[in-house]
């Protein structure tokens, strides 16, 4: 019989995070300026907007969600579809230079920790005003875009808009609906066209890596960690980000000006790397299988699977954003899409794109961004880059620091697990089962990537975050 999930006790922890927080200099309070300007805040942009409230619009989210960046309606059009995605105007809050943007920049974006979200923006705006809530009407940033009956773009159009958001929705009770065989029209639509996105992505040879991912979760006054699955209405509902996404770096290559999200294609010898060491724990890759085919036949159920899918996003290093004004970019494209790829669908959460929407309503409309636009442009990558490597940190603190709460009273008890990857020789990184947690010990009897092995758990102190084990393979 399996053991019930461990949990750690809220009160252990809160402390623990606020301390997460001072030692990463996470800016949790908003300085009185910053929330007079919310307070003062209207949408600027009131007398240009195309009135779109007849259009039925939906947003899906986790549940719970106020900062609700997006709205989609999708419609049957001639043979193809027609995907309207409204997206919350930002810009239309924040005059450029003031205190709200001065205040978004350093922040970067939102930070998600276990017991609290501190916001990119000022909850006023970013849980109110500025959301897409369904509670009357939103300014918005309308996307038009026209697919044939494969979902691939045809046509593209960005006006700024006065929407309505006619339902809240959240992504398990929307699974839960569909696996019913409900029939929302809405959700049936978003499953059509985001199962013919992703079969477009696979054509062009992009790649999602079923990586284990660590989630803390509260129930209540505890916490527990998880390895998080995705939903089907999670992975479609990407995709219409994605397609978003796609379309606006389109406008911007073709503009000669913009912002993009790039990812470089792996050196050779990293692909090269990866056949041999699938080649050396038992999984095929017959020749003239392409790289990505090579991903999707992977099951990371196995210890296999798991360990080439870790060494696989050795492929994903070296993300970053390109940013340009004149003459695009000799290497636009993001590798994981296969496809050049830009951030606007997320400007309640993410600095960045603001400025990628204002860039693609220009050019949309034939004219050049707006100055405050084009003056951000070179400052940008580093604002986001600092503001990546900060967000990055605290999630793994907090990672950390639940692990060793959880793992404090199993000193001595051996847990199973899979050898994901080795460190330089000297160290095994191991993906326990159950808890959720990511393991490293020093390597011993000449282990290999994909081995089973028990993990006995040495120290575990949640004062320093730290959990030590040692390992014995498991026979082969």
Request: proline share 7%; aromatic share 4%; charged share 25%.
């Amino acid at each position: 019989m399996p053991r019930p999930h461990i949990t750690a006790h809220s009160t252990d922890l809160h402390e623990g995070f606020e301390q997460i927080r001072r030692e990463l200099d996470v800016r949790q309070v908003f300085p009185p300026a910053v929330l007079d300007a919310a307070r003062a805040a209207s949408d600027h942009f009131a007398g240009e907007r195309a009135d779109r409230r007849d259009l039925p619009l939906v947003s899906i989210d986790p549940a719970g969600s106020r900062d609700l960046d997006q709205a989609f309606h999708l419609a049957t059009r001639g043979g193809g579809y027609r995907f309207s995605y409204a997206i919350a105007d930002v810009a239309a809050w924040i005059p450029a230079g003031g205190p709200l943007d001065s205040e978004a920049r350093e922040r970067g974006s939102t930070v998600y920790c276990p017991d609290t979200r501190i916001p990119l923006h000022p909850p006023l705006l970013s849980e109110g005003a500025a959301s897409l809530l369904p509670d009357g009407d939103r300014p918005a940033v309308l996307w038009t875009i026209d697919l044939d009956d494969r979902a691939s773009v045809t046509d593209i159009g960005v006006e700024r808009a006065l929407v309505r958001n006619r339902e809240a929705l959240d992504y398990a009770a929307a699974q839960g609906h569909l696996d019913a065989g409900g029939t929302h029209q809405q959700l049936r639509l978003l499953e059509e066209v985001g199962s013919l996105r992703l079969a477009r992505e696979m054509e062009r040879g992009g790649v999602s890596l079923t990586l284990p991912d660590q989630l803390v979760t509260r129930e209540g006054d505890r916490y527990r960690i998880e390895y998080g699955a995705t939903l089907d209405t999670e992975r479609w509902n990407a995709q219409l980000s994605l397609c978003c996404g796609m379309a606006a770096a389109e406008l911007m290559i073709q503009g000669g000006v913009g912002v993009l999200r790039t990812l470089p294609d792996p050196d050779a010898t990293v692909l090269d790397s990866l056949r041999l060491t699938s080649e050396q724990l038992g999984v095929a890759w017959p020749e003239g299988r392409s790289y990505p085919e090579w991903v999707r036949s992977l099951d990371p159920a196995t210890g296999e699977g798991a360990a080439l899918m870790v060494a696989a996003a050795r492929t994903l290093r070296g993300a970053g954003y390109t940013t340009f004004d004149g003459t695009a970019p000799t290497s636009p494209n993001h590798h994981a899409l296969a496809a050049p790829y830009a951030h606007v669908t997320a400007p309640l959460r993410r600095l960045v794109d603001r400025f990628g929407a204002e860039c693609a309503l220009a050019l949309c409309n034939g004219v050049r961004p707006p100055r405050w636009t084009l003056d951000a442009l070179e400052s940008l990558p580093g604002i986001m880059e600092q503001t990546a490597s900060r967000v990055s940190a605290v999630e793994r603190a907090c990672v950390d620091l639940v692990e060793a709460a959880i793992l404090q009273h199993r000193v001595g008890e051996a847990l199973d697990g899979v050898v994901t990857a080795l460190r330089n020789g000297t160290t095994a990184v191991v993906q326990l089962t159950d808890p959720a947690v990511i393991a490293t010990a020093p390597i011993v009897n000449q282990l290999e990537a994909g081995d089973h092995v028990v993990a006995r758990v040495v120290e575990a102190d949640p004062r320093t975050r730290t959990v030590s084990f040692e390992i014995a393979p498991l026979p082969r």
